[in-house]
């Protein structure tokens, strides 16, 4: 590179101006290469005026509007001058007032704004006897400061760009200053990550000509080009960076875990499981055993739905690595399912988990549980297994991964719900030990291929399509909250189930009443809260249903007399969250009131029914996850969505889809669609500016599976990208620590 890249990094006083450099450091442009960067948000048409019906008071617009009169004249009750102008769009019209001390000062505008004359108008909706109005709009007339008439007809045809902006800097002054910076950069000055034979191969616009087509179109084409152009260099510089991730990973070196030959633990596990294996379990457990074999660390994706039996293929895994002298750790994102893994693992291993103990097999491990909230003893015991080597698996959450805790031969980490474990703790993972450990990521979360490719781009992905057979499946029905004959139904149907020996989940939305926002409390734990509604209307009139409310409505209900209703919630002591779990697992309380704390994991075969109130405050892969809470062991399963939203709404969308599929990557799409890209990227929640700002992942599939066809090898025959500089260096400037985060979260 030469020095000629610094022109970016200028900053922006020197080139436009005091004044306009500090309405655009508010916006988070400081320097010549923010600028260029700030792409508009769409264009107008010069000649199309603003349908003026639409405009919404309050709203900051940019309309385009024709001037049909204007008249000025003084005010006799304050002094002072007043300027009208009237402007239509053909059909609906819209005031301008502009104030002033004396008449004179009005003359520009009334120069500027003569009839006939179309401008583009920029303010704040406001309201003047009943009529909107702008006061004091900014506006930049069409045509206006070009003197030759040819250059005023070009110029009138332009596209316009309308860049985001504030009151403090109306889209035009952006503009200005675009162009003003723009013109004084060459080709040089803006060096290209992506290489030219790949412009050439896509039939790609240099970065140069891209910039000048979108701030500077004299067509539509133009910016077309430029954004398809912008696009891709988004897409290509994140695979660029993914496929340099998954090189660094190829050319580490782990502890190979071959299967053993003759007796072991999974050939024992193997010979006492009370079911066969699903042919999906058969095929991944083999992609995942072949991965072990290697000396090099398995970095896989297990994507399954809920009951596909992910844990018993992590099992199997972590005993190909026992056998073969090895430690596996399990992490999940609670303490309450790490809890309920222990469970389940020491239920599934039998006396293969007693290692040392009376009754244990002669072929056995230890499996233990280690977490911050384990009394002080139990916790030395624990960490003194994983340290000596005695625990062959050790369950806790990401608490695991602290260097604090020591493993004699750590060979593999599961990751169980891959959605709260980050590239950045797989980072930390591969590098905390001398020999980085095998990685089996798992999710019951349908990922999408796009997002899969750009969430986790960097990982091989498995897929189990198939579910156990014999599963009843579930109904899923919507349930009106303001329909009291529904909602008597409802708890009439739970007391039937639990007459006949089930359980059920009862699910709200917060944990008190005095909970201002649902899902706070849970958020120590890391769980998302209900979404909130972007397109919705607001929250609706009644209060959201809360956890300790709803037990106590239940527990004082005719219907349910005698059946035993507990709790479970974020706020609880972990022990007591164990307790709630452990009763309602073995039946002593038959109605479980809770929050989202048990959206995912949780076990318990005897539960039918979920009841979710306020349902349409859950996301649609939540409710997913949900329901997915039944209809697990022999019984069907039961999902009641009690929901108040009006007809129409996207909260009465999701509600009303979850009830009529149980498809997950269907209902992943419509997720995605209803959600907007930064909440897919997880970049609203970094509150950063996200590299990704033509790019949507959702929308431009394409464009990110071609990237990475490009990318790939170009990384492969040069992973350190010595002969891109530019490339590693707009890696290195897009996807720094702070906001390479956005790669962290589906
Ligand atoms: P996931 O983690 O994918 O949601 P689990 O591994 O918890 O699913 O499995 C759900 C239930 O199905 C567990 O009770 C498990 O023991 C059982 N299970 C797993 N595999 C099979 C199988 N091949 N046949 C029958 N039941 C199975
Ligand atoms: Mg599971």
């Known amino acids: 590179m030469t020095a000629e890249p610094d022109r970016l990094l200028e900053p922006l ?54 001037v049909r009169q204007a008249t000025v004249r003084t005010m006799r009750s304050r002094g002072g001058s007043l300027m009208q102008v009237g402007v239509t769009d053909g059909t609906h019209d819209l005031q301008l007032t502009f104030f002033a001390k004396r008449s004179g000062a009005l003359r520009s505008h009334e120069h500027r704004l003569r009839p006939g004359k179309v401008a583009l108008f920029t303010g704040t909706v406001g309201e003047y006897r009943g009529a909107l109005q702008l006061t004091h709009p900014d506006y930049q007339v069409i045509g206006e400061d070009v003197d030759d008439e040819a250059a005023v007809l070009v110029e009138a045809t332009r596209p316009i760009p309308i860049y985001p902006s504030s009151a403090a800097l109306p889209t035009w002054r952006i503009q200005r200053a675009v162009r003003t910076v723009l013109d004084t950069l060459t080709e040089a000055d803006l060096p290209d990550p992506v290489p030219a034979e790949i412009l050439e191969q896509r039939g790609l616009v240099s970065l140069h000509e891209a910039l000048r087509g979108v701030h500077a179109p004299f067509a539509d084409a133009d910016w077309r080009r430029g954004q398809a152009r912008l696009r891709y260099e988004e897409a290509f510089v994140l695979q660029a960076a993914l496929a340099r991730r998954r090189a660094i990973v190829a050319a580490e070196h782990a502890v190979a875990r071959p299967r053993r030959e003759g007796p072991s633990l999974l050939a024992d596990f193997d010979a006492r499981l009370p079911f066969t294996l ?25 994507q399954g739905e809920v009951g596909s039996g992910k844990t018993v293929v992590a099992l199997r895994a972590m005993l190909q690595v026992v056998d073969a002298g090895g430690q596996a750790a399990l992490l999940a994102p609670t303490e309450v399912l790490a809890a309920q893994h222990l469970r389940s693992l020491r239920a599934l291993l039998g006396p293969l988990a007693e290692e040392g103990l009376l009754g244990g097999a002669e072929r056995a491990t230890r499996v233990v549980l280690l977490t911050g909230s384990q009394s002080t003893a139990a916790r030395r015991e624990a960490l003194l297994d994983a340290a000596s080597g005695r625990a062959g ?81 579930i109904t899923t029905h919507v349930v009106p909250a303001d329909n009291e004959t529904w909602m008597t139904r409802t708890w009439q149907r739970v007391r039937e189930e639990v007459d006949a020996g089930h359980r059920v989940y009862v699910v709200c939305p917060r944990i008190s009443p005095d909970d201002p926002a649902e899902g706070a409390a849970t958020a120590e734990e890391g769980w998302e809260p209900a979404r909130e509604d972007e397109t919705g209307p607001a929250r609706p009139a009644a209060p959201l249903r809360a956890v300790l409310e709803v037990a106590e409505e239940l527990a004082a209900m005719p219907h349910l007399a005698g059946v035993e209703v507990g709790v479970l919630h974020g706020r609880m002591p972990p022990a007591e969250k164990d307790e709630a779990m452990a009763r309602f697992s073995s039946g002593q309380l038959q ?49 009641l969505l009690v929901s108040a939203a009006a007809e129409g709404t996207d909260a009465a969308t999701r509600v009303r889809t979850l009830a009529e599929t149980t498809d997950g990557f269907r209902l992943a799409g419509v997720d995605l669609e209803l959600r907007r890209e930064g909440d897919v990227l997880g970049a609203s929640q970094s509150g950063g500016r996200s590299s990704l700002r033509l790019l949507r992942v959702v929308r431009h599939g394409d464009v990110i599976a071609e990237a990475r066809q490009d990318a790939t090898p170009l990384v492969m025959a040069d992973p350190d990208l010595a002969r891109w500089p530019v490339l590693q260096e707009a890696i290195g400037t897009w996807l720094d620590p702070r906001r390479e985060e956005f790669l962290d979260r589906a």
Do not use: N, W
């Open 13 to 66: 006083e020197r080139v436009v101006g005091k004044r306009t450099a500090e309405a655009l450091d508010a916006l988070g442009v400081r320097t010549v290469g923010d600028l260029v960067r700030h792409y508009p948000r769409r264009y107008a048409e010069p000649g199309r005026l603003t349908d003026l019906s639409e405009l919404a008071l309050g709203e900051h617009v940019a309309v385009m509007a024709q």
């Open 278 to 302: 699903t042919p999906g379990q058969v095929e991944v457990g083999e992609q995942v055993a072949t991965d072990l074999e290697r000396p090099q660390p398995m970095q896989r994706l297990l």
């Open 393 to 473: 698996i050790v369950v806790g959450t990401h608490a695991l991964l602290s260097p604090s805790v020591q493993f004699a031969e750590l060979g593999l980490v599961v990751v169980d719900e891959q959605h709260r474990f980050g590239v950045e703790q797989r980072d930390a993972l591969r590098t905390r030990a001398g020999v980085p450990p095998h990685l089996l990521v798992m999710t019951a979360t349908p990922i999408p291929r796009t997002v899969a490719m750009t969430v986790f781009g960097d990982l091989e992905t498995s897929m189990l399509l198939d579910v156990p057979a014999g599963r009843p499946g």
């Open 591 to 639: 109605v479980l009131v809770a929050t989202t704390v048990i959206e995912v994991g949780v076990d318990v075969p005897e539960a039918t029914v979920m009841v979710i109130l306020d349902a349409d405050r859950f996301g649609l892969s939540q409710l997913h996850q949900l329901r997915g809470r039944v209809g697990r062991g022999q019984a069907p399963g039961l999902c």
